[in-house]
């Protein structure tokens, strides 16, 4: 089955700490992107990345860094420096030239 | 710059009623259109899209919307609601022919009475 995952679904880490957030398709999607989603706040991008080996910053990429130097992987760092990382994570791909996302099931991430 | 207002937070319904959840996009071209329907932890599933042609688009479990450019709308609909439709809602519009992130509304959380 075609589709995108994020592991692992539950993420716990101590302030301070950088950690890594996984996200995998297997649709041979060109673009993909990660999102921060908050109560009320509905989604914001935080990275995209239309091509391998190239990124760029959304809305929110302050205390976050990405790399894609696969074409089906994403991963996503959340580091120490950003200040308030607890949320719900979401990555997402969709084909080059369409804006059609595609979503993964999402990482909750609670740094205390 | 692009953006969408969903301008309900909550929105009350009872079982076998009818649904239309508002949205409202800016955009300066002609946008391109999605519903996405959340349930609780889970991620975002597309319900329909509308891209360009009949401004009456059909989607799954049973949602349509329809597209206004004159009143710059995207309002989701269904005939008789589910109490497997209570959701949260997102309305989102992205760039014709772009591949950056869609911009995405607040939500509409979806509540159904029995």
């Known amino acids: 089955d075609g589709g995108i995952t994020q592991s692992p679904k539950y993420l716990f880490r101590k302030e301070g700490q950088n950690v890594t957030l996984s996200c995998e398709q297997n649709?041979?999607?060109?673009?993909m992107y990660w999102y921060r989603q908050d109560p009320g706040q509905g989604l914001r991008l935080i990275y995209y990345s239309q091509i391998v080996n190239d990124f760029q910053k959304g809305d929110i990429a302050e205390g976050y860094s990405v790399s894609r130097e696969k074409k089906e992987s994403f991963p996503l760092t959340v580091t120490s420096a950003q200040k308030n990382p607890t949320a719900f994570y979401l990555c997402a791909s969709s084909i080059l030239t369409g804006n059609e996302q595609y979503f993964g099931p999402g990482t909750r991430l609670t740094v205390t | 710059a692009q953006s969408v207002t969903q301008p309900d937070i909550h929105i009350t319904v009872s079982e076998g009623a009818s649904l239309e959840l508002r949205c409202n996009y800016s955009y300066g071209a002609t946008p391109y259109l999605f519903w996405y329907v959340q349930s609780p932890g889970q991620g975002l599933q597309l319900l329909l899209k509308?891209?360009?042609?009949?401004?009456l688009v059909q989607g799954i479990k049973g949602f349509e919307a329809e597209f206004k450019r004159s009143q710059s709308s995207f309002n989701l609909r269904k005939p008789s609601v589910h109490w497997s439709d209570a959701a949260e809602y997102f309305c989102a519009v992205g760039a014709k022919g772009g591949a950056d992130g869609l911009t995405f509304g607040k939500g509409t959380h979806l509540i159904i009475q029995p």
């Open positions: 509308y891209f360009s042609g009949d401004t």
């Open positions: 649709l041979n999607h060109d673009a």
